[in-house]
């Protein structure tokens, strides 16, 4: 693990399901609730569709921390696509623990349209927690020279 | 210059070359060498429960038998940065040549087969067009070889592709394990060099140590090893048996795998691909990697359209091109017979086998 | 026991009487003691057929490829292959069969059972040969018998067998069209997940140590694919041939191209193919052990494989290759499924 470096602000990548998250995040930002703009938002269909893949890239490319946000359980638009993501990123965030990654870089959350404080909450609450952790540095790819 | 090196002088002796105040290398004379850097020493080690080259770090150990993958990653290393390239937009694109650092290698524990995969890697990276990135490592690269008094591998076939397990061809020093001692012998200027940067360490043989060295080739030599029937007509015989059923039969099992090529002290095939790093502004670097015969992909063509569709036209591939294109080229087989694919092959392909085979089929 | 003869008859006569168009079994190799993957189509050479400790394949790889090449051949030719499948090779084969690989009626599975056995682990066995070079190997009740140069070598066989066999819950095809020795579901030779338990036992930090040494000697051969029957996907994400470059492909073009895994075998990029892989293993790796067996530099492949296993079964009650009608394990849910860990 890096040591935590004072000026270090950590690399977010957000995937945030198109129906509930993202416009919860909408609604944070017209809200006008501050939160860290340290992640990258990327939208997705529904977090069914979130390929462990997509984390694992993420990871590669530099990301200090990964977000999986979409609607409560019950609430997705495609009947089941939550159910389906929360079994699968469970598995990958075992794997991911398993080969010794801290488990606090890797984050999900149900966020619904209406919750935009609490969208501004699980990303102040994410940002912090991979902050104490200092840079990624186990899964990114080293540019060399 | 032959000399005597007891077995417990062997880390005086890496000692010497990695602190040697004038070390000398290849292609360097003597005030180079004051400036350049000394020798740095790898040796065999086991790591994980295979034998792989690791740096010495004050001792070489040579009890291995030999090691999983062969000594050619020092000059032609699985990844080689060729450039880095940058790109701003409306400027004209930057590149940067990155030239393998000036150390110089010593690796120790070569065995004779690996030894004699070197001139073969020479050969391709050489001839008509010089290799930059090859030779520039190479002419930095001492091999220090190890006799096998008995063949490491039950699959070593190296007496049927004209090598010898006493073969010092390729080495620049050959030792041989005299049971406490090391005969060592400089086969090259470097050789000489470097056994002379261990001074008073080496002795003079006796009249005995030459007569047990000469036992102890001949014993070597004598050792059974597999063997390949027809070796001298194996080109021919390869050429009019391209077309023949046999290569899919005996191809069947394949997976297609890179064990074979990647573990082969004579592979030599690369890709290079450029890993971009960064959108804006474009940047990254131009990378060389190993690429494999074996791989379905390795002949794609872009159209989807693949020239050598089974698995019998990519064993044949391998196989010719160590025994028949490689001979045609530059008079010698490729194959050094070390026996790695033999024994890594994951369903039992054996080049032995299918030398044999098709040599002996009439079609 | 199994009586070898019992399966050549077997294999003789389906060929004979045009039941299988094609017989998979394992036949002596012509390096040392190792059996190697047989493709039988004259019944004359069903004798070469052989059952040792060292028929390691799992051949169900090569219902995958005989499938890949008939469809690359346009080519439909009656009868269904037989192949000799242990346990843990027809558990392969029923997952194949759950994702209509191919169908029942196309695959004759002529079963082995393990019994009190598995297959050996040639790393475990050279140690205690003294450097003698077997050639051949043989089953004996609770014992392995090898023929070296200095005679018969008798060795416990737990001794020397392989962890995924020491572990395996069921040494038995329970899906078959014909069993050849007996059911010992259940024998307890090793706890399951023996090796994996032993290895989580260690905090996170000694995890890493260990995994980032194993991922930086991985040399991205392929063996572990190439060598698993459940990697049959046509397209690979780490193959280059997913986005082909051709001279009109404009530097932009590249990129922008989404690439997810370079060529190099560095370690940031094993890592990423070494765990996609087992993420597309997850509930469909019937623990063969293929991959660790074929990893020329013994990367602990079926621990990842393992890993999974073990979280489907406690979390998911998913058992993989259990049945040709189940669900997958990513394709369904359950109310119950874990979510603790969601905020």
């Not at chain 1, 930002?29 to 501050?34: D, E, F, M, N």
């Not at chain 1, 469970?90 to 149900?110: C, D, Q, Y």
Request: proline letters at 6%.
């Amino acid at each position: 693990m890096s040591e935590p470096q004072a000026d270090f602000e950590p690399k977010i990548v957000a995937f945030l399901c198109k129906w509930c998250s993202s416009a919860g995040s909408d609604l944070a930002g017209v809200s006008r609730i501050q939160y860290p703009a340290n992640a990258t938002p990327i939208t997705i269909p529904c977090t069914g569709a979130v390929s462990p893949m997509y984390i694992l890239s993420a990871f590669n490319k530099g990301a200090d921390g990964v977000l999986v946000s979409g609607c409560h359980i019950g609430d997705c638009h495609y009947i089941e696509g939550n159910y389906l993501a929360r079994r699968k990123m469970h598995l990958t965030m075992e794997l991911l623990k398993f080969i010794g990654l801290e488990p606090n870089r890797f984050r999900m959350s149900w966020v619904s349209a209406a919750e935009g404080a609490k969208f501004a909450q699980v990303v102040t609450e994410f940002v912090d927690d991979v902050r104490k952790l200092g840079p990624q540095d186990k899964l990114r790819k080293v540019v060399s020279q | 210059m032959e000399k005597i090196l007891d077995k417990k002088q062997i880390d005086g002796w890496v000692a010497a070359l990695t602190e040697h105040p004038q070390g000398v290398g290849r292609g360097c004379n003597a005030a180079e060498a004051a400036t350049t850097t000394l020798w740095e020493v790898h040796t065999p080690a086991l790591d994980e429960g295979i034998w792989t080259y690791q740096p010495a770090n004050g001792t070489a150990r040579l009890d291995h038998p030999n090691t999983k993958q062969s000594p050619k990653e020092f000059a032609f290393p699985q990844r080689e940065i060729f450039f880095s390239f940058e790109q701003i937009k409306g400027e004209a694109p930057r590149l940067t040549q990155i030239v393998p650092k000036e150390q110089r290698h010593a690796v120790f524990g070569v065995r004779p087969c690996d030894g004699r995969g070197v001139p073969r890697m020479d050969k391709v990276f050489t001839d008509h067009i010089e290799d930059k990135y090859y030779t520039s490592r190479r002419k930095n690269i001492a091999y220090v070889g190890l006799a096998c008094n008995k063949p490491p591998s039950p699959n070593c076939f190296c007496l049927s592709v004209g090598g010898s397990p006493v073969s010092s061809d390729g080495l620049d020093v050959q030792m041989t394990d005299l049971g406490d001692r090391y005969f060592v012998k400089a086969i090259t200027e470097t050789g000489k060099a470097m056994m002379a940067a261990g001074g008073k360490l080496f002795a003079d043989p006796s009249a005995a140590d030459q007569k047990l060295l000469k036992k102890t080739h001949d014993d070597a030599v004598a050792y059974p090893q597999r063997k390949i029937n027809d070796p001298d007509g194996a080109p021919a015989k390869l050429r009019a048996n391209f077309d023949s059923p046999l290569w899919q039969e005996m191809a069947q099992a394949c997976i297609g795998c890179g064990i074979c090529t990647f573990l082969c002290p004579t592979c030599h095939c690369f890709d290079i691909n450029d890993e971009v790093h960064n959108k804006a502004p474009l940047s990254g670097q131009r990378v060389r990697t190993w690429d494999n015969c074996q791989f379905p992909d390795f002949t794609m063509h872009s159209s989807g359209h693949n020239p050598r569709e089974g698995t019998g036209a990519r064993l044949r591939q391998r196989v010719n091109h160590k025994f028949q294109y490689f001979h045609e080229n530059f008079g010698m087989h490729q194959c050094t017979g070390c026996g790695r694919c033999v024994s890594e092959c994951p369903v039992g392909i054996d080049i032995v086998t299918v030398v044999n085979k098709v040599t002996e089929h009439v079609g | 026991m199994i009586n070898i003869q019992d399966i050549r008859d077997t294999a003789r006569d389906m060929l004979a009487k045009g039941e299988a168009r094609m017989v998979i079994g394992y036949r002596r190799g012509t390096r040392g003691m190792l059996a190697e993957p047989a493709f039988i189509t004259d019944p004359a050479q069903a004798d070469d057929l052989v059952w040792d400790p060292t028929c390691f394949n799992n051949l169900s790889l090569y219902l995958v490829h005989d499938k890949k090449f008939l469809a690359h051949m346009r080519e439909n030719p009656k009868g269904p292959v037989a192949v000799v499948a242990k346990g843990c090779d027809a558990r392969s084969i029923v997952v194949l069969l759950q994702e209509h690989y191919f169908k029942r009626e196309d695959v004759y599975i002529l079963g082995v059972s393990c019994e009190g056995a598995g297959v050996v682990d040639e790393r475990k066995l050279a140690p205690l040969l003294n450097g003698e070079r077997p050639s051949a190997a043989a089953f004996d009740g609770d014992d392995f018998v090898f023929t070296t140069a200095a005679g018969e070598k008798r060795l416990a066989a737990r001794e020397v067998m392989a962890d995924r066999c020491l572990e395996c819950r069921a040494p038995y095809p329970k899906e078959h069209n014909l069993v050849f020795g007996e059911d010992k579901t259940g024998r307890q030779l090793e706890a399951p997940f023996a090796a994996l338990e032993r290895f989580e036992a260690q905090d996170a930090g000694q995890r890493w140590d260990a995994w980032s040494q194993h991922f930086d000697r991985c040399m991205r051969c392929f063996a572990c694919r190439s060598v698993c029957p459940m990697c049959y996907c046509d397209e690979c994400v780490v193959d280059s041939i997913t986005f082909p470059v051709t001279a009109g492909t404009t530097a932009e073009e590249k990129a922008t191209r989404i690439k997810w895994i370079e060529r190099s075998a560095t370690r940031s990029e094993n890592i990423t193919y070494l765990m996609t892989r087992a993420m597309h293993l997850a509930g469909r790796c019937t623990d063969c052990g293929e991959c660790e067996r074929a990893c020329p530099v013994n990367v602990p492949i079926r621990m990842l494989n393992n890993k999974m296993e073990r979280e489907a079964r406690e979390k998911f009650g998913f058992e993989p290759g259990a049945s040709i009608g189940g669900p997958s394990l990513v394709a369904t849910f359950l109310d119950s499924d874990p979510g603790q860990f969601i905020r």
